[in-house]
């Protein structure tokens, strides 16, 4: 199945002995136990050979960055083992949720846990944060009207934003536009794709399509018909439903 960019960090932990497999340069491997999947900016491919019961946990990538203090730019486009990456303390995280009942105790474990990691830390609303909810919250943000919006200049916030998320503030509009474009076929609206891509803010339907395809490897029809082959589960699409 062909996973498509969502604008997040998302925290897998696996909850039974079956995992799934992950495409990379040298074939497949079985995913971690407990894995962070970086912001990724094009699809890559996972295939299941059984049922994979999980718990996962999305990340904003400035949240995530505020809740364990790693930049989304040092993981961005990859996998990673999140107990490699954040040491002896993270498993014990895990077991806590993974030793819970059911499904909304788990959910309020994680939030009591990541509560925890916030509670000694000092949150500064930064420009690149506040940046990028102004493009969440806008699918007609144009980029050159951004810096006015957090004061601070263009190339400033263009230098700050690809040290934190590894992008471009203009990449990221591109993503978090696209997941709107996803939650509208995802929902099944009688719309045609003329209508959502103006609905999405694009200027004509050749760039529609064309920002399409960059980001799935596809075009919007080939989607449509073809939505069991494809993880799409947009990720900050906060318009208006």
């Known amino acids: 199945m062909k996973?498509?960019?969502?604008?997040?960090?998302?925290?897998?932990?696996?909850?039974?002995?079956?995992?799934?497999?992950?495409q990379n340069a040298y074939g497949w491997s079985q995913s971690p136990e407990y894995m962070i999947v970086g912001m990724h900016t094009k699809p890559y491919l996972v295939q299941f050979g059984n049922l994979v019961n999980v718990f996962a946990i999305r990340f904003k990538p400035d949240g995530f960055y505020?809740?364990?203090?790693?930049?989304a730019s040092t993981i961005k486009d990859s996998i990673e083992d999140f107990?490699?990456?954040?040491?002896?303390?993270?498993?014990?995280?895990?077991?806590?949720?993974?030793?819970?009942?059911?499904?909304?105790?788990?959910?309020?474990?994680?939030?009591n846990q990541l509560l925890k990691n916030l509670q000694n830390k000092i949150?500064?609303?930064?420009?690149?944060?506040?940046a990028a909810e102004v493009i969440r919250q806008s699918k007609s943000i144009k980029m050159k009207d951004l810096p006015n919006?957090?004061?601070?200049?263009m190339r400033q916030l263009d230098r700050q934003f690809k040290e934190q998320f590894g992008i471009s503030p203009k990449?990221?509009?591109?993503?978090?536009?696209?997941?709107?474009?996803?939650?509208?076929?995802?929902?099944?609206?009688?719309?045609?794709?003329?209508?959502?891509?103006?609905?999405?803010?694009?200027?004509?339907q050749a760039h529609f399509i064309n920002e399409f395809k960059s980001f799935t490897g596809d075009l919007p029809t080939i989607f449509i018909k073809g939505k069991n082959s494809y993880i799409s589960n947009p990720g900050l699409s906060h318009y208006d439903q």
């Open 171 to 204: 990449h990221y509009m591109r993503i978090t536009r696209l997941n709107e474009v996803r939650r509208l076929l995802n929902k099944n609206y009688r719309m045609d794709l003329t209508s959502v891509a103006y609905h999405c803010g694009y200027s004509d």
């Open 66 to 71: 505020n809740i364990f203090g790693i930049p």
């Open 83 to 111: 107990s490699q990456v954040m040491g002896a303390k993270f498993p014990d995280f895990s077991q806590k949720i993974k030793g819970k009942k059911d499904f909304r105790e788990m959910i309020n474990c994680a939030e």
């Open 123 to 130: 949150i500064n609303l930064n420009y690149v944060s506040l």
């Open 3 to 22: 996973v498509i960019p969502n604008g997040c960090l998302e925290l897998i932990i696996h909850l039974n002995e079956w995992h799934c497999d992950l």
């Open 149 to 153: 919006q957090v004061f601070i200049s």
